[in-house]
């Protein structure tokens, strides 16, 4: 034809001799309209590229923003912020959940373990001992009451042979024809009274010994002891778990279960054999102490009652020398332990 039919350029796709199609017409059209939009209005770039004349691939329109002659291509799709701050919230929230589902499980062996149908791992040995310790904390505890008492009724007493040798001593001056009888009364009432002092003096550091051993040396070694046990409640509780899922199939649902199982089971054997080494530990020393702070208590009580009882002034004053106990001056009341307390 003579004479060419109008067409616009954007249309036209020149090939090259080699049946590749040329793209210089195609960035020389999108040249031509940068230079045709005004710079700075913050319009959006468009560029039409063509990538071949397969039937399969059509032409892209790739959108960005023009920014003083430079495109910054604007990606969809999700935005993922960094948690490089971890919310307090959601930790507490962590927290919450994993000792919601360690008290479960643990409730759980506990019943299983009252119903028969759970099992549960028994050091003999050890278990024999705490039997032991608790068995004689209790009675350590009734001879602290008892001598609590002999206390208080000791103190009673010396109390009652003070004011009745002064109401001696009064009637022996008053009274002249029972002068000496009265008199008599006195000095053995107010000898009495000072030989029970002494007494109850040591009677009250024998308390105090007793008082140390049963309600803190032997108490912390009963929660040292309760720790144990939930230390061991927690073992078997994952124990059970990691044989359940161990006795089920294994697949790629199950397998990190599994994997997840086993850390936990061996965090907590871990923790148990801990426990049951300090328990182990503690009753060896506390049984060392015991043996010591009695065998000096029990000498002291014997021999204190012993010399009181003997009319013995002199070697009641020498036990208590001997076990370094010092007596409040002659002449003041005594408090008893209720009064101390």
């Known amino acids: 034809m003579a004479q060419e039919s109008p067409k616009n350029s954007a249309a036209e796709i020149p090939v090259t001799s080699n049946g590749e199609v040329d793209d210089s017409r195609e960035h ?6 940068k230079r045709s939009l005004p710079a700075g209005l913050g319009l959006s770039e468009t560029q039409i590229t063509s990538h071949g004349f397969d039937n399969t691939k059509e032409g892209v329109i790739e959108a960005g923003t ?6 910054t291509q604007t990606k ?13 919230a959601m930790e507490k929230l962590e927290l919450v959940r994993k000792w919601s589902l360690n008290t479960y499980k643990c409730t759980r062996q506990i019943i299983s373990e009252k119903l028969g149908r759970g099992s549960r791992t028994v050091d003999l040995e050890l ?68 030989n029970g002092e002494t007494l109850l003096g040591a009677i ?5 010994s007793v008082n140390t051993l049963v309600n803190k040396t032997i108490e912390d070694t009963l929660m040292t002891v309760k720790q144990y046990e939930s230390a061991r409640i927690e073992y078997d509780a994952y124990r059970t778990d990691l044989e359940e899922l161990n006795l ?17 089971f061996q965090a907590h054997k871990e923790k148990y054999d801990k426990m049951r080494n300090d328990v182990s530990i503690k009753l060896k020393f506390l049984e060392e102490n015991k043996v010591k702070v009695l065998h000096n208590q029990l000498v ?19 036990t208590l020398k001997q076990f370094h106990i010092k007596l409040k001056t002659p002449g003041v009341d005594a408090p008893s332990w209720l009064e101390e307390q």
């Open 28 to 33: 020389g059209f999108n040249r031509d309209l």
């Open 204 to 208: 009250n550091f024998f308390i105090a």
């Open 248 to 264: 089920g199939p294994r697949d790629a649902n199950t397998l990190p279960k599994i994997e997840q199982s086993q850390h936990l």
């Open 300 to 318: 002291l009580f014997h021999n204190a009652i012993a010399a009181y009882f003997a009319g013995n002034q002199k070697q009641l004053e020498q």
């Open 76 to 88: 969809s799709g999700p935005v993922i912020l960094a948690d490089e701050i971890k919310n307090p």
């Open 66 to 71: 023009f920014q003083g002659g430079q495109r």
């Open 127 to 194: 278990e024999a001992q705490i039997d032991i310790l608790r068995d004689n904390k209790k009675k350590y505890e009734n001879i602290l009451r008892l001598a609590q008492t002999l206390s208080t009724q000791l103190f009673q007493m010396v109390h009652t042979q003070r004011q009745l040798g002064d109401a001696f001593a009064d009637l022996s001056l008053k009274s002249l024809e029972l002068h000496e009888e009265f008199g008599y009364n006195a000095d053995t009432q107010k000898l009495l009274a000072k």
